[in-house]
């Protein structure tokens, strides 16, 4: 534990969010970097895309704008970066941001948390009402199907020494309280 200022800065806010972010962060020096890429809207395309090509379904601009162009000083200056640009199939966007920082030879360690989809189980709660209007869910034709996890899968994978840490869906403070947790404890 430590009671040294921990600086986080916020890179992105919505799925296709300005490339000024990241550099402007690591420009002012701060410890780490959250990049929040899902909302609910989001979460439907990201399914949508995923439907279309398995191998997809995540915020594409992590890696192609945001922070892609930037993991050269990301690993020299040891951002810490907490994102949920995985959508709804992180494993996939884990596999091309470790393929990148192995073709860079860079030493940075990503690390995946998943088990938000619920969609492989549609079956068990196709039938159950919207809390909101009281339709009930399809048993079909449903693009995505997420529960929130929360921070402590994410201060786990920085406990054990992740620089990058990339989930699905979590609960808006996860990705913050993830870097906090096991750094003060």
Known sequence: MTDRPYCIGGGTSFLVDSALGVPQLLEAGVDAIIMDYLAEGAMGLLGRARRADPAKGYAPYFLTTHVGPHLERIAQSRTKIAANAGGVNPQALVAEVRAEVARRGLSLKVACVSGDDLLPRLD?????????????????????????????????AFRRGADIVITGRVVDSALTLGLLIPRFG
Do not use: H, I, T
């Open 124 to 156: 068990q709660f196709s039938g159950a009402p919207d809390m909101d209007n009281g339709r009930q869910l399809p048993s079909e034709g449903v693009n995505s199907l997420n529960a929130y996890l929360g921070a402590f899968p994410v201060a786990e």
